[in-house]
């Protein structure tokens, strides 16, 4: 027996509609509309659209970030280990972590 899902518009109720993805600020947010709804959002977003610039998906690194080396990841884990912070000796240590070795050492 076949199924059939209906997708109904969030906003008001009406059915046939497409489920649809966006972003602001730091909030990612999914919605179901109908193509009249569509077309209204996308007229809403229109002139802020148009001023904007367009990002990929990656996430970008913070300003001066650059990736640690095993050396001084080594670093990080033994003055972690020193301050009684638990650290993996493997993997991906923590930002916190990080964070509080960077303010110790400058």
Do not use: H
């Not at 659209?49 to 990929?56: D, L, M, N």
């Not at 080594?74 to 303010?103: F, H």
Request: aromatic share 6%; glycine share 10%; proline share 4%.
């Amino acid at each position: 027996m076949a199924k059939s899902t209906i997708i109904v518009d969030d906003i008001d109720g009406t059915a046939d509609a497409k489920s649809y993805t966006f972003a602001l600020g730091d909030d990612k947010y999914a919605i179901d509309l109908s193509s009249g709804n569509y077309q209204a959002l996308q007229e809403a977003l229109a002139p802020y659209i148009k001023a904007a610039t367009k990002e990929s998906g990656r996430t970008p690194r913070a300003q001066g970030e650059a990736r640690r080396g095993p050396a001084e990841l080594q670093k990080i884990r033994e003055w972690a280990a020193g301050q009684g912070l638990e650290v993996a000796p493997k993997g991906r240590i923590k930002q916190s972590v990080v964070e509080a070795y960077e303010k110790a050492n400058g």
